[in-house]
C-alpha cells in the first residue's frame, strides 16, 4: 500500500509540470531544448560500492514570464561497481567487476532569474529510474527519488546558450532494496540549449 501511493506521489510530481507546459508557452514563455554530459560520482555508503562513471541528458526547460522555470529530462547514468565475492570456504575473496547503467526520467521546478548575461539557478526535481543491469547488489528494477540542483546559464547567440550544473541525487529516496544502501551521488554535467519555441 506504501509503495502504491509512493508511486502515485511520483507520478503527480511529473505530471503537474508537464501539464503546465501548454500553459506556460502559450503566456508568452519560451521552451529551450538542450544536450549535455558530465560525470557522476557516487557519494556516502554508495561510493564503497560504486565507482566514477558517465552521466549524459536530454532535457527541455520551460520559461515563465516571471522567475519560475518548468524542467523535463530523460537521462542515462552509468557507474562502475565492485564487490568482494568468495568463490570458495577458504579461499580469499575476489573483486567482481562490472557496471550499472539506469535510464532516468526527471521533472520538476526551477527559480531562474530572467537577467541579462550569466543567470544563477536553483532547483528540484523528482526522479523515476529504470535500472539496465544489476550485476552486483540491486535486485530491484526501478527507483523513485529526488535530484536538488544549481547551476549557471549563460547565453552564447540569441537562441543558444550553456548550461553549467551540479546536482546532489538520491536515487532511492524510498525504495532501498536488500541492501539498504541509499544511492546517493553528485552530476557535474555542462549542456548546450537551444530555444525553439
Not at 557516487?42 to 526547460?61: M, V, W
Request: net charge negative; proline share 6%.
Amino acid at each position: 500500500m506504501r509503495k502504491f501511493f509512493r508511486q502515485r506521489l511520483l507520478l503527480l510530481c511529473i505530471v503537474l509540470p508537464l501539464n503546465g507546459l501548454s500553459g506556460q508557452t502559450s503566456a508568452g514563455s519560451h521552451l529551450d531544448i538542450g544536450l549535455g554530459g558530465g560525470y557522476a560520482i557516487p557519494r556516502g555508503d554508495f561510493s564503497g560500492i560504486a565507482k566514477t562513471g558517465y552521466h549524459i541528458g536530454l532535457r527541455g526547460k520551460v520559461f515563465s514570464k516571471g522567475f519560475l522555470r518548468i524542467d523535463a529530462g530523460l537521462h542515462y547514468n552509468n557507474l562502475g561497481m565492485e564487490k568482494e565475492v568468495l568463490i570458495a570456504p577458504f579461499a580469499p575473496p575476489v573483486m567482481e567487476h562490472g557496471s550499472l547503467g539506469y535510464w532516468m526520467f526527471s521533472a520538476g521546478l526551477a527559480v531562474e532569474p530572467r537577467m541579462e548575461g550569466p543567470a544563477p539557478y536553483a532547483g528540484v526535481d523528482a526522479l523515476f529510474n529504470l535500472l539496465e543491469s544489476t550485476p552486483t547488489f540491486e535486485s530491484q528494477t526501478s527507483h523513485t527519488g529526488l535530484s536538488l540542483e544549481g547551476g549557471i546559464a549563460m547565453p552564447l547567440l540569441p537562441s543558444v546558450s550553456v548550461d553549467g550544473h551540479v546536482q546532489y541525487q538520491i536515487l532511492n529516496l524510498f525504495d532501498k532494496g536488500g541492501s539498504g544502501v541509499a544511492m546517493t551521488q553528485l552530476v557535474a554535467e555542462l549542456s548546450l540549449f537551444f530555444t525553439v519555441l
